[in-house]
């Protein structure tokens, strides 16, 4: 079984930044990415950003150039650093990965509770 804790998410004003943290825990063998998705009220939940082991990284574009996500892989940890933030990044943002663990090595998909960024003046 595999844990995602995330942390960092309130209220902030247009235009201001906000870290978001997420730790992995549990058995874990490997992680293939961590990311985040959001999800708005009455919207479908959305990628934001995600990352490789290897480092590679995917932004959905309304966040490019904007949001970061960086990882460590030693600590099975990632974050997402959002700058300029904007009224309509307002959103429950949840973690997740792709792992396997000592108990079986087939891939799955593992989701945190979400947490919440509320961008308002």
């Known amino acids: 079984q595999v844990r995602l804790a995330e942390s960092g998410g309130r209220l902030v004003q247009p235009g201001e930044s906000l870290r978001l943290s997420c730790a992995a825990s549990?058995?874990?063998?490997?992680?293939?990415?961590m990311g985040w998705y959001r999800q708005a009220p009455g919207k479908e939940r959305e990628l934001v950003a995600r990352?490789?082991?290897?480092?590679?990284?995917d932004y959905a574009d309304f966040v490019k150039g904007r949001f970061t996500i960086s990882r460590d892989n030693a600590k099975n940890t990632v974050d997402l650093q959002m700058n300029s933030l904007k009224p309509e990044d307002t959103a429950v943002y949840y973690c997740?990965?792709?792992?396997?663990?000592?108990?079986?090595?087939?891939?799955?998909?593992?989701w945190g509770q979400g947490t919440q960024v509320t961008v308002s003046s």
């Open positions: 997740t990965t792709r792992a396997n663990t000592w108990r079986t090595s087939a891939f799955y998909d593992y």
């Open positions: 990352i490789s082991l290897s480092g590679r990284t």
């Open positions: 549990g058995s874990i063998l490997s992680i293939a990415f």
